[in-house]
């Protein structure tokens, strides 16, 4: 077991001494030791090759002490076990989108464990060089979020041959997100199987429904994948950005943890999912790149709201921006510690 436990504690509903810090997109292009590894490898690369996810893992931790870490890697990933291929310039491009029944069927559809068994070895690689340290978590992306970059070709502001995928196909929509989350539960159980410690799953575009179409088109998969992985026993996360308005159809969907983003003030969250449940967030990231004195006034308000809720795990509300200076977050670090 981690010899550092409070993250943990946390998952499972108890208050430890203090309120945990990790944080989204830790590892990463923010930090010049993360850069200089970078700067010698493509990302893909990086992605696919275990020692170095374990040293960029590692990074924040041996620089801040975060309280977990979290595996590096990216959601889609899962890509390759259905042989789509994505390219990453730097944000992640689908040459070839999947927009009809005969596309849909075309595909691979393989095995995590055939296909993926880079991001297994990386989990190994990260606990072995953790040394019981710190938690690891595992993650995925959401059903849908993972199907938007398929059907989009990228990243998107309307996602609109999505919602016109879903709103004029819904069967095909439907047959999409069964079959992506049928991957993700075997995905999931592989990291456990390596040794994650806990999951997230990362609802990165879930605004891009209207709630009631949301409520249609996309929640029974997603309820499906949170129960499906809840026998792995380990705690899992719910990260869905944008959440203010989809937070009481979310609740109940079986997280250990409501991941919280900036969208709505944590008191008024924890209201509404309850205060018997367990929080994590939710300060805007981009308020890193303010002054010390807005960053330790806004770490200290957003730990003393998450007393509110059964449990608190501090968090940024999104990942962390590329252009903040690292000062600011062993600045962060050390308000939440201090509060």
Known sequence: MPQNQIFLQACRGERPARTPIWVMRQAGRYLPEYRAVRSKVSFETMCRTPELCAEVTLQPIDRYGFDA?????DILVVFDAIGVPVAFNPAPQVATPVRTAAELEALRWGRAVDHLGYVFDAVRACKQALADR?????FCGAPMTTASYMIEGGGSR???HTKAMAFCEPALFGRMLERITTLLIEYLGQQVAAGADALQIFESWGAAFAPQDYRVHVLPHLQRL???VAPLGVPVILFVRGNASL???TKDLGADVIGIDWSIELDEAIAT????RVVQGNMDPLTLLGPPELIEQTAKRIVEQGRAARAHIFNLGHGISRHTDPAMVQHLVDAVRSA
């Open 69 to 73: 870490a979290i595996l590096f890697s």
């Open 226 to 228: 949170l129960r499906e």
């Open 273 to 276: 999912v309850g205060r018997e």
């Open 247 to 249: 937070l009481r159809q």
């Open 134 to 138: 710190v938690p690891l978590i595992g």
């Open 158 to 160: 309307e996602f609109e």
